[in-house]
């Protein structure tokens, strides 16, 4: 009988030493895989001067001297100056980041608009039209200014969408930012990305894709000689995180401007907190063709926005005026897990 006891007495003990070794583990593990911003280290500042006093007298020179596959922030600092070029960032160049020396100083522009023919003879079409396209990760711009210089097309013309940039990578990062254009300024296409201090000028759709991401005290301008629109965003799947949320912003300029078109069947954007001027169309919202019943799926969201356009905005019963725990989401950089990869002093 006793050695029973004491063999019961060890497998407890066993057992109890068992479960602390676990925890101890499990505790190990979670700290090993908690997720923390790490920036990679500068490897290298190169410098583009149109007057021949830098390294390069082209961003896009600038861009091919990076090797391929690069994991080290390389800073391409742009001199003042007008770069008329078209600027490609390949998917195999990340960590590259474009430093002007202001938006109002420092620009890159061009002119394609989708109806022109490319090299091959076929139309260029909308996404291939940007001035700057990065399809790499881990982008940052800084202090610059991105233009399209093409006319502003009249509402129903074809063929004359003109983006200023495309951007296509995870992870991008812009502060302090111009984006320049008519319609379809900026190709915000795919993957999560955060604006800051930024101004966006346009006229129709001014900023598009599906991208996730937030902008924050950003300015957007519309130059619509009539009716345009600030946002389209084209989420086509309710399981999509994708979505556009403005957060601290100003609406500004002319016309008559619905601030979200559903350019998908499940399009999601939220405003909270910004100003809109007076320059807001009735009803405020428009489902982009009538037809597919997108009124019942997309998730069009305000919170507590202000001004004297602001009562158009909630002009449609499908855009709603969200209480504080379901605009949440949409207030902080954790919308765009922002945690993981912003610089804290950046968000």
């Known amino acids: 009988m006793g050695l029973?006891?004491?063999?019961?007495?060890?497998?407890?003990?066993?057992?109890?030493?068992?479960?602390?070794?676990?925890?101890?583990?499990?505790?190990?593990?979670a700290t090993k895989h908690r997720h923390r911003w790490v920036e990679p280290t500068v490897a290298r500042t190169v410098v583009v001067d149109a007057a021949g006093s830098g390294d390069f007298l082209s961003v896009q020179k600038a861009v091919?001297?990076?090797?391929?596959?690069?994991?080290?922030?390389?800073?391409?600092?742009?001199?003042?100056?007008?770069?008329?070029?078209?600027?490609?960032?390949?998917?195999?160049?990340?960590?590259?980041?474009?430093?002007?020396?202001?938006?109002?100083?420092?620009?890159i522009e061009w002119h394609d608009r989708a109806g022109d023919r490319g090299p091959d003879g076929q139309q260029l079409r909308t996404y291939n039209t940007a001035s700057v396209t990065v399809l790499a990760n881990y982008f940052a711009a800084r202090n610059i200014s991105f233009k399209n210089t093409a006319p502003a097309p009249l509402p129903g013309m074809e063929g004359w969408q003109a983006a200023a940039f495309r951007i296509s990578g995870d992870k991008a990062y812009f502060s302090g930012c111009g984006?320049?254009?008519?319609?379809?300024?900026?190709?915000?296409?795919?993957?999560?990305?955060?604006?800051?201090?930024?101004?966006?000028?346009?006229?129709?759709?001014?900023?598009?894709?599906?991208?996730?991401?937030?902008?924050?005290?950003?300015?957007?301008?519309?130059?619509?000689?009539?009716?345009?629109?600030?946002?389209?965003?084209?989420?086509?799947?309710?399981?999509?995180?994708?979505?556009?949320?403005?957060?601290?912003?100003?609406?500004?300029?002319?016309?008559?401007?619905?601030?979200?078109?559903?350019?998908?069947?499940y399009s999601r954007i939220v405003f909270a907190y910004t100003y809109f001027d007076d320059v807001i169309a009735p009803g405020g919202w428009d489902d982009w063709d009538h037809t597919s019943n997108k009124n019942k799926t997309v998730f069009?969201?305000?919170?507590?926005?202000?001004?004297?356009?602001?009562?158009?905005?909630?002009?449609?019963?499908?855009?709603?005026?969200?209480?504080?725990?379901?605009?949440?989401p949409f207030l902080v950089k954790s919308f765009v897990n922002g945690r993981h990869w912003l610089n804290p002093s950046d968000a």
């Open 300 to 328: 069009f969201g305000l919170y507590k926005c202000w001004g004297p356009g602001a009562g158009a905005v909630h002009g449609v019963p499908w855009a709603r005026e969200l209480d504080f725990a379901t605009a949440r």
């Open 179 to 265: 984006f320049y254009g008519a319609q379809d300024t900026l190709c915000d296409d795919a993957g999560r990305h955060y604006f800051k201090d930024c101004y966006i000028e346009g006229s129709i759709d001014f900023v598009f894709g599906n991208g996730r991401s937030m902008y924050k005290d950003c300015e957007l301008h519309s130059i619509a000689n009539q009716f345009g629109s600030i946002a389209a965003q084209d989420r086509n799947s309710a399981c999509e995180r994708t979505g556009f949320a403005f957060v601290n912003c100003r609406v500004t300029g002319t016309g008559k401007l619905y601030v979200g078109r559903a350019m998908g069947q």
């Open 64 to 107: 091919d001297s990076i090797p391929e596959n690069n994991t080290i922030r390389v800073v391409i600092q742009i001199k003042p100056g007008s770069y008329i070029e078209k600027v490609v960032v390949p998917v195999t160049k990340p960590y590259v980041t474009f430093q002007g020396a202001g938006r109002d100083v420092t620009s």
């Open 4 to 29: 029973r006891i004491l063999y019961f007495l060890f497998t407890f003990l066993l057992l109890l030493l068992s479960r602390s070794s676990c925890c101890d583990l499990n505790s190990t593990t």
